[in-house]
């Protein structure tokens, strides 16, 4: 490639000319026509080569070179939509600490990291429901109203009551979720996944990956135990620490073990982190993340990358990872990503 790059700027003719006396120094012709008409194929030949090269600068070097990411594709940040239950919906991000809202006898508060919080003044108020939704190239915190701490991810969601009454906290998810539920033995814990699966706890840590576009709905499980159900099946699973349940559409639930659960909260502590990952699985999180609409080539169907980086670089960094590998290449334009084959 180095040669091919010696080639620029160069007059046509000189260039004949140097290859000309390059070989004329080996083959010492007497003659003078042949050393005309040698030096007019050479200067053909000259020119031949550099279509040639031209070709293959376009063919082969072009389309591995990455356009400059712009300002349009960037980290995700923290913010969030509350939505009221009279459905005034409030910009987390853009509100200060302090009081957001009050509704259903809670007030909503936002605390100074960024959390919001429900802190309960009224038990004569009717129950209300409030939904916290995350936008693409988003992440939130939220102290639930029994003091039950959830994380949610880049397009997620949680729609949960102002206060828990009855015999059961209920709320229900979409997206990918991280709890870390308050002990309460005469009040268990319900997280819903709609029409998909049911989870039942106590007091415990685990994650919820559950977005529309995974075939699958996985939970792991950090601490304590909980009890998996799916709707169609009627059957439930236990689970112990270390241990992950995967929920496909028809099937039963299968239960995997010894689950690096690092990797699963890699998100929630700001990373990637991959381990033979399919790559259109990888592409999904990195569209969320970065808000970024995503092409990916179909005969990449299958490939598998392992990595780690923190989700604050640049998507650029991120890509040129994958580049790295040798077998895929892409290009930024705007707003999207292509990811294709490099041949």
Known sequence: MEELNNFEGRDIDALGDDIYNRIHKQIKKRKSKPVVAFRWLFRVAAVLLLILAGALIYQYILPTRPHNVTGSIVPGTEKALLKLDDGTVIELDSTGAGNVASEGGSEIV???DGTIAYNSISANQEVKFNEVSIPAGGSYKLRLPDGTMVW????????????????ERKVIVKGETYFEVTHNKNQPFIVEVPGRQQISVLGTHFNVNAYDDEATVKTTLLQGSVKVQTPLSGKNVILRPGQQTVVRAGRAIETISGIDVGKVMAWKNGYFDFDQTEISEIMRQVSRWYNASIELDPRLKGLTFSGRIPRTENVQKLLKMFEATSTVTYRVAGNQIKIYQKR
């Not at 397009?155 to 828990?164: A, L």
């Open 110 to 112: 936002k605390l100074k």
């Open 152 to 167: 949610l991810n880049a397009v997620s969601s949680i729609r949960f009551p102002t206060r828990f009454t009855g015999p």
